[in-house]
């Protein structure tokens, strides 16, 4: 299991595991509720951004994550930053994508932060 010990962390995790393969070590940096953004749905709770992350994985992708700025109020924090994606799409050609994201992450009960909402179109 990854362990965000501060809001920040869920990002530079996240993009680590994506980069990695690690479906499993990725979901579990979601709330049982959570939502991911995706272009054309939103995924609801870990099932559904299992399928999505699943997606996303078979691009066998390079991802950086870096947050720019954190604003926390208590166990909530807001987190905006920039991504890049390196991967290989559908067709075998080569994707190179970036953007910026907004995410929600929550201190849980045992100290971590998690994805509340991760939303990775979510700044422009």
Not at 64 to 90: E, F, M, S, Y
Not at 98 to 116: C, I, K, Y
Request: hydrophobic share 45%.
């Amino acid at each position: 299991m990854l362990l965000a010990g501060t809001p920040a962390e869920t990002s530079t995790l996240m993009a680590g595991a994506v980069t990695a393969g690690d479906l499993a070590g990725a979901v579990g940096l979601f709330e049982a509720t959570a939502s991911f953004v995706q272009l054309s749905y939103v995924a609801e709770g870990t099932d559904a951004i299992r399928e999505a992350l699943r997606g996303l994985l078979a691009m066998d992708p390079t991802l950086v994550g870096i947050p720019d700025r954190v604003v926390q109020a208590g166990d909530l924090a807001l987190v905006c930053g920039r991504w890049h994606l390196k991967g290989t799409g559908p067709d075998g050609n080569p994707v190179e994508l970036s953007g910026r994201f907004t995410d929600v992450v929550r201190r849980q009960a045992d100290g971590r932060w998690l994805f509340v909402i991760d939303n990775p179109y979510g700044v422009d």
